[in-house]
């Protein structure tokens, strides 16, 4: 398919202008821009296409219904089902204390790095970086520089927000692949949420419609506090209703 829009971007550009009114290196230029045109557009709609095909066919796979699977989305991505900030950039929530619990296992003294790293310890600074992401990005980032694997650890990713530190049960080959296919698709995130909750047994609390089972091991003991056994029934009623229209 990418091949096939490729050529058609470069019969558009040769059709569009006569070759003859045009010098050689215009040709070849016009031609070259139409297809990375064509090609920017196809690699950016991977982070924004997220269709129902594409939710029904996971949705088939794990055996459950659909609107569970978008209730799960609306509590952890927002009703835009949005997995990236921008191309390229999945949404993420660093999460400092995580971080720190990651980095003391692995016998780091994060104290050694206030000053030289100080963006990761501060809160994310929006207007210096012109977006909440962004600031997150960038204390992503930094806290990399002082351990790969426990800033990605210590970081909630995607539509999902699957902690970093659950990157084997999501099937992944390493932490590093799971950061890649996390940053390339929203169909990736959904992909990976779905092994994510396959291996961590949870499949069965969402088939059986048993929000509070689900939201027990997926959010955490204080799930009730959040209210987020009843949000999902009352996002899962509404996607529902909306799939009979």
């Not at 064509?38 to 296409?49: K, L, M």
């Not at 207007?127 to 600031?135: I, L, P, T, V």
Request: with cysteine.
């Amino acid at each position: 398919m990418k091949r096939h829009l490729l050529s058609i971007g470069i019969i558009a550009a040769s059709a569009a202008i006569p070759a003859a009114a045009m010098p050689q290196d215009n040709v070849a230029k016009a031609g070259v821009e139409a297809v990375e045109t064509v090609a920017d557009s196809i690699d950016t709609a991977r982070y924004s296409q997220l269709t129902e095909d594409d939710y029904r066919t996971v949705a088939e796979q794990l055996g459950i219904e659909v609107a569970a699977i978008k209730a799960v989305v609306d509590i952890e991505a927002g009703r835009t089902h949005q997995g990236f900030a921008s191309p390229g950039q999945p949404l993420i929530n660093f999460d400092l204390a995580m971080f720190r619990r990651f980095a003391q296992k692995r016998g780091i003294n994060l104290s050694k790095f206030r000053n030289s790293h100080a963006v990761v310890f501060s809160t994310p600074n929006a207007r210096r970086y012109g977006s909440h992401q962004n600031a997150q990005h960038a204390r992503l980032e930094a806290a990399r520089r002082i351990s790969n694997e426990a800033a990605i650890e210590g970081t909630f990713w995607g539509m999902f927000q699957i902690g970093g530190f659950n990157w084997k049960k999501c099937g992944t080959e390493s932490i590093d692949d799971f950061v890649d296919r996390m940053s390339y698709s929203e169909r990736e995130q959904l992909e990976l949420f779905a092994k994510f909750i396959e291996n961590s047994g949870m499949t069965r609390y969402l088939k059986n419609k048993d929000w509070a089972g689900f939201a027990l091991r997926y959010n955490g003991p204080s799930y009730r506090k959040r209210g987020y056994h009843t949000r999902l029934a009352k996002s899962y009623a509404k996607h529902l209703k909306d799939s009979t229209k």
